[in-house]
């Protein structure tokens, strides 16, 4: 028997299910949001599954009962109570050619053209409450917007003032909903980003946000179980094809693709995208960050002077929402998939980092060149030769190489913070070596810069600028900063380093072993 198709780059459930391809069944799920009518909302990263769900809904709605069989819903739910569905997605209105109001317009019009009504009211939220009335005499309606929040996130970095307009004008629109009750079965948004309810969701107070709610924390994405059970065939075809046994190719998936976490006490989920087109090609690669990094979160990082994505531990209220005069660079990461839960502690506290092998090396890859200015396709090549280097203990080939990437680097990455340039640069290009490293480790004895540890060595670096090495060596020591390795069974070495705001590179560097 054929494998059935995997669903690349859908996201309608009529197509998946009627031209053959495999279906993840999450309709437990929907069935469990259906049994209570109501307004909802959920967040999650790009390519998840918020589209084929919204899809999925309209489907049940409009009574299709045909795509369901062999669904855990085909015989727990009501076919013949059928509802008027309004289903739309804010990527494709055109509301950067057109602007978002007339977009908004056209949209609505467009609708109600299609279900063959009218529309006679002018003004985005009198039309919207129009076509749900119009709508709502044939039977409770059901509003499905998709990526609610496209015309917002799609100008941060660009055009601050454009993005604010636009929630204005969006927390217009979705106001509308709270005051038709008596009209609507249903509401669901999905998106993207999270904003604070006194943002873009501050009229519509009724919305039940379940984006960290715990029993549909699995919702999207595949968990562990839906992996093994739904891809029997796959992962022994491809096991095969790389000559791994279905143990070792299991852990290497775990590693690449797995580790999103939306609630402290879920289960982990893999990224749907990235394990279909791993099946399709059967080789490890960067799939899911490869389709595009919002170049507003670039800008953000860099505008903060984050390289480091090893946030401290915070609480929930610390990277859930954030809001557009408040861009927090930990809460834009959690939300777009760069950051995810990991734990959390006896004080409620929750530590954040990279979910998986594929965002981790990508993300590295990306600042690096935005932060270092070496290109992605070179980064790998100039990391092997740092690699090589450090396994042959050969520091001072470490720091030619570091010289030689600081010479090629553009002048206005280090213009306005040559130490912090210099620190994040060594920091990120060891990041991606795969070294341990940590950057500015506190001791009780004051803060390390960087700790680098090898197989064989443990390096406590500490830099100055515009001063000398033999200084920095001299603080490693007098600070005592290697007392806490003493007992790792290796060599301890402090490497001072010194770079020259002038040359903008290093000028001298000096290594000691100090236990």
């Excluded at 912090?420 to 001791?443: D, M, N, P, Q």
Aim: proline share 3%; net charge neutral.
């Amino acid at each position: 028997m054929a494998l059935k198709k995997l669903p690349i780059s859908l996201q309608d459930f009529r197509k998946i299910i009627e031209n053959g391809f495999k279906y993840i069944d999450k309709t437990k799920y929907i069935y469990q949001i259906c049994q209570s009518p109501g307004a909802y909302f959920m967040s999650r990263p790009r390519r998840f599954g918020k589209s084929i769900t919204i899809s999925t809904l309209e489907e049940l709605y409009l009574g299709s009962k045909e795509l369901f069989k062999g669904l855990w819903i085909e015989d727990k739910w009501d076919w013949n109570k059928k509802h008027p569905v309004l289903r739309f997605s804010l990527t494709t209105i055109g509301y950067e050619s057109l602007g978002l109001g007339p977009a908004l317009v056209q949209e609505l019009n467009y609708q109600a053209e299609k279900k063959g009504l009218k529309l006679n009211r002018s003004g985005i939220g009198p039309l919207f409450k129009e076509l749900i009335e119009e709508m709502g005499k044939q039977g409770k309606v059901v509003v499905l917007i998709d990526e609610y929040d496209a015309p917002i996130i799609n100008f941060l970095g660009k055009d601050l003032n454009k993005a604010i307009q636009n929630r204005d004008l969006l927390r217009e629109f979705y106001t509308v909903l709270k005051d038709l009750d008596s009209s609507i079965e249903l509401v669901l948004l999905t998106g993207v980003s999270k904003f604070t309810k006194v943002g873009i969701f501050s009229g519509l107070n009724n919305l039940s946000d379940l984006t960290m709610d715990a029993q549909y924390a699995t919702m999207l994405g595949y968990t562990q179980e839906e992996l093994e059970s739904n891809f029997g065939e796959e992962i022994e075809m491809t096991a095969q094809k790389m000559n791994l046994s279905r143990a070792e190719l299991l852990a290497e998936m775990r590693m690449w693709y797995n580790g999103y976490r939306f609630h402290t006490n879920a289960d982990r989920v893999y990224n749907p995208v990235s394990c279909n087109l791993f099946f399709e090609r059967q080789e490890f690669q960067n799939f899911w960050f490869s389709t595009g990094t919002p170049s507003f979160l670039v800008s953000i990082l860099k505008a903060e002077g984050v390289f480091d994505l090893h946030f401290p531990a915070t609480s929930l209220s610390g990277f859930e929402t954030f809001e557009l005069d408040q861009l927090k660079p930990i809460a834009i990461l959690f939300q777009t998939g760069y950051l995810t839960i990991q734990s959390k502690d006896e004080d409620g506290l929750v530590s954040l980092d990279y979910p998986n092998k594929e965002v981790r090396d990508a993300m590295l890859e990306v600042l690096i060149e935005n932060f270092v200015g070496v290109d992605t396709e070179l980064s790998a090549a100039l990391i092997i030769k740092i690699r090589n280097a450090f396994r042959a203990n050969d520091l001072e080939r470490v720091m030619q190489i570091l010289q030689e990437v600081f010479k090629k680097v553009p002048f206005f990455l280090h213009e306005r913070y040559p130490e912090k340039f210099f620190h994040a640069a060594i920091h990120l290009l060891f990041s991606y070596l795969g070294v341990r490293i940590h950057s500015e480790v506190c001791t009780s004895d004051g803060r390390i810069d960087s700790l680098v540890e090898t197989d064989t060595h443990v390096y406590i670096l500490e830099y100055k600028l515009n001063r000398s090495a033999k200084a920095a060596l001299e603080q490693i020591k007098q600070k005592r900063y290697y007392q806490a390795y003493w007992n790792v069974g290796k060599p301890v070495e402090g490497v001072g380093v010194n770079f020259s705001s002038k040359t903008k590179n290093i000028q001298g560097w000096v290594a000691e072993v100090v236990a």
